[in-house]
C-alpha cells in the first residue's frame, strides 16, 4: 500500500496533469457493451474528470480525462481486477494503479415528473450528494462570467435542468440512500442579480429536505453578501457548512479571470467569513482557491495565511479548462501545487484549523483537492 506523502505526491500530479485516454482501452469497453463515460462537460465546480481510488480504498481523486492533450505524459491504459494502470509514458512504466468509482444506480431511474436523477443531482466523491439548484448566473447573462465557470454549458447540453425543487431532492436522496452511497449533501448555485445574489433560492429547500433527513448534513455555497443575515438565515435553515467561495486571492489575476464577480472586494470576503465562522463555528467554514494562473504572488501568501488565521479552510484545487470555450488553462505545475497544500497545511495546524472536523460537501468529500492528504501528513493523523 502506499504511503500518505506518496499518494499526496501522486494525486498532485493527476490533478494538474490529468490522463490521456488510450483509444484501444476506449474500443475495448465499447465492444463489452459498456459506454465509457468522461465525467461532467459543464457546470459548477471542477469540469470533467471521473472519481478513482488509491488502493487504501479511502483515498479519493477527481482525474481529469483527455483526449490527445500533448502537455500531459499520463495514459490511462489498461484494467485490470477493477484496478486501472495509468501508464507515464516519459518513463515507459506504470505511474500509479486507481480504482474507478462506478456510477451509482439511480441514474438510470426518473422522478415523478419524469426526470432522469441524473440531471437532479450527482455522486461526487465516494458518498457527496452534490447539486446546483439553479443553473444560471447574472454574469453569463450581462457578458462578465468567470472565465473558468461551466456552470450553463451542462445546462446547453441538456445534463441538467435549470432550477431544482425540493420535492425532486427528496426524491433523489430516498433512491441514493438505498444504494447507501450518500453521507452528505452539497448544494451550490448561480449568482442571481437580486440583492441576496440567489441565498434565498436556498431557504426552502433547506428547510423541507432538513424536516425530511434531519441527520443528513448539507453544505451550501454562496458569493459574499452585502447583508450578513441571508448567512444566518441558511443557518437556521439547516446548512451545517458553509462556502464563500473567492476563488482568486490575486487582486489583478482576480479582475481579469472573474471580472463580475471580482467587483465584490476581499474584504467584504473576510467580513462575510467571519461572521459565517461565528455563526456555523469552527472548521466549518471554507473557500475555493484557483490554482494555475502562474507563479504565487506575495499578495497570494498574505492573503492565504490571513483567511487560514481567521479560521477559513482553504479549499485549493487547479483550474481546468472550459470545453466549448475560449479559456484554455495551462497546465497547473505540481511542484507549486504541492508547495502551497503542504505551506497551507502548516497553517492550519498553526491556528488551530482542522479540516477533517468539516461535516459537509467539496472539504469532507476531497476528491479535487490535496488539503486533506496534506494536513494529514502535517499534523500526523493517518487514516486508522
Given at each position: 500500500?502506499?504511503?500518505?506523502?506518496?499518494?499526496?505526491?501522486?494525486?498532485?500530479?493527476?490533478?494538474?496533469?490529468?490522463?490521456?485516454?488510450?483509444?484501444?482501452?476506449?474500443?475495448?469497453?465499447?465492444?463489452?457493451?459498456?459506454?465509457?463515460?468522461?465525467?461532467?462537460?459543464?457546470g459548477a465546480g471542477p469540469l470533467g474528470g471521473r472519481y478513482f481510488a488509491f488502493d487504501d480504498n479511502k483515498t479519493i481523486l477527481?482525474?481529469?480525462?483527455?483526449?490527445?492533450?500533448?502537455?500531459?505524459?499520463?495514459?490511462?491504459?489498461?484494467?485490470?481486477?477493477?484496478?486501472?494502470?495509468?501508464?507515464?509514458?516519459?518513463?515507459?512504466?506504470?505511474?500509479?494503479?486507481?480504482?474507478?468509482?462506478?456510477?451509482?444506480?439511480?441514474?438510470?431511474?426518473?422522478?415523478?415528473?419524469?426526470?432522469?436523477?441524473?440531471?437532479?443531482?450527482?455522486?461526487?466523491?465516494?458518498?457527496?450528494?452534490?447539486?446546483?439548484?439553479?443553473?444560471?448566473?447574472?454574469?453569463?447573462?450581462?457578458?462578465?462570467?468567470?472565465?473558468?465557470?461551466?456552470?450553463?454549458?451542462?445546462?446547453?447540453?441538456?445534463?441538467?435542468?435549470?432550477?431544482?425543487?425540493?420535492?425532486?431532492?427528496?426524491?433523489?436522496?430516498?433512491?441514493?440512500?438505498?444504494?447507501?452511497?450518500?453521507?452528505?449533501?452539497?448544494?451550490?448555485?448561480?449568482?442571481?442579480?437580486?440583492?441576496?445574489?440567489?441565498?434565498?433560492?436556498y431557504i426552502n429547500i433547506l428547510e423541507d429536505i432538513k424536516n425530511k433527513f434531519p441527520d443528513i448534513p448539507i453544505h451550501v455555497?454562496?458569493?459574499?453578501?452585502?447583508?450578513?443575515?441571508?448567512?444566518?438565515?441558511?443557518?437556521?435553515?439547516?446548512?451545517?457548512?458553509?462556502?464563500?467561495?473567492?476563488?482568486?486571492?490575486?487582486?489583478?489575476?482576480?479582475?481579469?479571470?472573474?471580472?463580475?464577480?471580482?467587483?465584490?472586494?476581499?474584504?467584504?470576503?473576510?467580513?462575510?467569513?467571519?461572521?459565517?465562522?461565528?455563526?456555523?463555528?469552527?472548521?466549518?467554514?471554507?473557500?475555493?482557491?484557483?490554482?494555475?494562473?502562474?507563479?504565487?504572488?506575495?499578495?497570494?501568501?498574505?492573503?492565504?495565511?490571513?483567511?487560514?488565521?481567521?479560521?477559513?479552510?482553504?479549499?485549493?484545487?487547479?483550474?481546468?479548462?472550459?470545453?466549448?470555450?475560449?479559456?484554455?488553462?495551462?497546465?497547473?505545475?505540481?511542484?507549486?501545487?504541492?508547495?502551497?497544500?503542504?505551506?497551507?497545511?502548516?497553517?492550519?495546524?498553526?491556528?488551530?484549523?482542522?479540516?477533517?472536523?468539516?461535516?459537509?460537501?467539496?472539504?469532507r468529500c476531497g476528491a479535487c483537492s490535496g488539503i486533506i492528504e496534506a494536513y494529514r501528513l502535517i499534523t500526523g493523523n493517518y487514516?486508522?
Amino acid at each position: 500500500m502506499l504511503k500518505l506523502k506518496r499518494i499526496l505526491e501522486i494525486k498532485t500530479e493527476l490533478l494538474c496533469k490529468g490522463v490521456n485516454l488510450d483509444e484501444r482501452f476506449i474500443d475495448k469497453y465499447k465492444s463489452k457493451g459498456i459506454p465509457f463515460k468522461e465525467g461532467r462537460k459543464g457546470g459548477a465546480g471542477p469540469l470533467g474528470g471521473r472519481y478513482f481510488a488509491f488502493d487504501d480504498n479511502k483515498t479519493i481523486l477527481n482525474v481529469p480525462l483527455w483526449h490527445n492533450n500533448k502537455e500531459t505524459n499520463f495514459v490511462l491504459k489498461n484494467e485490470k481486477d477493477g484496478y486501472f494502470e495509468i501508464f507515464d509514458k516519459s518513463k515507459n512504466s506504470v505511474f500509479v494503479k486507481l480504482r474507478l468509482i462506478p456510477y451509482p444506480n439511480y441514474y438510470k431511474i426518473t422522478t415523478t415528473d419524469d426526470i432522469l436523477m441524473e440531471k437532479i443531482a450527482l455522486i461526487h466523491g465516494l458518498d457527496c450528494l452534490a447539486t446546483t439548484i439553479y443553473q444560471r448566473c447574472c454574469y453569463w447573462e450581462n457578458g462578465s462570467k468567470c472565465q473558468f465557470c461551466g456552470i450553463e454549458l451542462s445546462l446547453a447540453r441538456g445534463d441538467t435542468i435549470e432550477e431544482k425543487t425540493s420535492k425532486q431532492l427528496i426524491e433523489v436522496i430516498n433512491a441514493v440512500k438505498i444504494e447507501g452511497k450518500f453521507k452528505h449533501l452539497l448544494l451550490t448555485t448561480g449568482t442571481t442579480s437580486s440583492i441576496d445574489k440567489g441565498v434565498l433560492k436556498y431557504i426552502n429547500i433547506l428547510e423541507d429536505i432538513k424536516n425530511k433527513f434531519p441527520d443528513i448534513p448539507i453544505h451550501v455555497q454562496i458569493e459574499a453578501v452585502d447583508n450578513l443575515e441571508y448567512i444566518s438565515m441558511l443557518k437556521e435553515a439547516g446548512a451545517d457548512t458553509l462556502g464563500i467561495h473567492i476563488e482568486i486571492l490575486d487582486d489583478s489575476i482576480r479582475k481579469v479571470i472573474c471580472p463580475g464577480k471580482s467587483k465584490t472586494s476581499y474584504e467584504v470576503y473576510e467580513k462575510n467569513w467571519i461572521h459565517a465562522l461565528e455563526i456555523f463555528g469552527k472548521d466549518q467554514v471554507d473557500s475555493f482557491i484557483l490554482i494555475g494562473f502562474g507563479e504565487p504572488t506575495e499578495e497570494f501568501w498574505n492573503k492565504l495565511e490571513k483567511m487560514i488565521k481567521l479560521g477559513v479552510i482553504p479549499h485549493i484545487t487547479p483550474v481546468r479548462p472550459v470545453p466549448q470555450s475560449k479559456f484554455k488553462a495551462p497546465i497547473c505545475n505540481p511542484l507549486i501545487l504541492l508547495n502551497i497544500f503542504e505551506y497551507s497545511a502548516k497553517l492550519m495546524k498553526k491556528f488551530n484549523v482542522n479540516p477533517l472536523n468539516n461535516k459537509a460537501g467539496c472539504v469532507r468529500c476531497g476528491a479535487c483537492s490535496g488539503i486533506i492528504e496534506a494536513y494529514r501528513l502535517i499534523t500526523g493523523n493517518y487514516w486508522s
